[in-house]
């Protein structure tokens, strides 16, 4: 069964810091998407950061970017000078060949003023 | 905004009942999916649908049924509702070209069941 792991419940870090999200997942499949998804308190969930399995070089997006160790199964989010705008929920997703998205349990992320 | 929209934002319905939630997908946008969050956790596939046929479900019940609309609306049903089912409903729609695609979600539904 494929599974998506987020072993942070919650953290809180300062305005302007950097912070890390970690995220880890199980596939037997090669080629596949993995997501970052943030949900603020107002719900709607927005799209981060994706990245392609078969493509070594990480993403990034502006202040976001990713670590994606295939071999390891590792896909963390890094967030860098960190705005209290990125409060949120953020999810960890894998997208399968059958264009299923499996979600972590996510991570609640403080800025903190 | 992801130019995603569902209806209703909040509903209360007791064990037994029947409920309809909407969502209106991006034009041109020819899948969409449903998940079900359930408060503090991730959301969970229910399932999708493209070109109004079912593509794929994930593990639920016959009870959580959908259509999807020609004009890019889409309805999930839940008939005889049960105290669990009261979770978020998330639609997220997409245009599949052969190639995946990135889902745009919607708002979410707010479900009750007393």
């Known amino acids: 069964a494929q599974t998506v792991t987020q072993s942070q419940p919650e953290m809180s870090v300062q305005e302007a810091e950097t912070v890390t999200l970690s995220c880890t997942y199980d596939t037997s499949e090669s080629n596949y998407y993995l997501f970052w998804y943030k949900q603020p308190p107002s719900r709607q969930m927005i799209l981060v950061i994706r990245?392609?399995?078969?493509?070594?070089q990480n993403a990034t997006e502006n202040r976001f970017s990713v670590n994606f160790q295939k071999a390891a199964k590792s896909f963390s989010l890094k967030i860098s000078d960190s705005q209290l705008g990125d409060t949120a929920m953020y999810f960890c997703?894998?997208?399968?060949?059958?264009?299923?998205?499996?979600f972590g349990k996510g991570t609640r992320l403080h800025i903190l003023p | 905004e992801t130019g995603v929209t569902q209806s209703p934002t909040h509903l209360i319905k007791t064990r037994g009942q029947q409920v309809t939630l909407r969502c209106s997908s991006q034009s041109g946008h020819n899948t969409v999916s449903w998940y079900q969050q359930a408060l503090g956790q991730g959301p969970q596939f229910i399932f999708q649908?493209?070109?109004?046929?079912?593509?794929g479900r994930g593990n639920f019940p016959p009870r959580f049924s959908g259509l999807q609309f020609p004009n890019y609306s889409s309805e999930l049903n839940v008939n005889a509702l049960e105290l669990d089912d009261s979770a978020l409903y998330l639609c997220?729609?997409?245009?599949?070209?052969?190639?995946?695609?990135?889902?745009?979600f919607g708002p979410g539904t707010r479900l009750l069941v007393l």
């Open positions: 997703a894998f997208r399968n060949r059958d264009d299923k998205i499996i």
């Open positions: 990245q392609e399995a078969y493509k070594q």
């Open positions: 997220a729609s997409s245009e599949f070209t052969g190639e995946q695609e990135t889902q745009y």
């Open positions: 649908y493209y070109r109004e046929e079912e593509n």
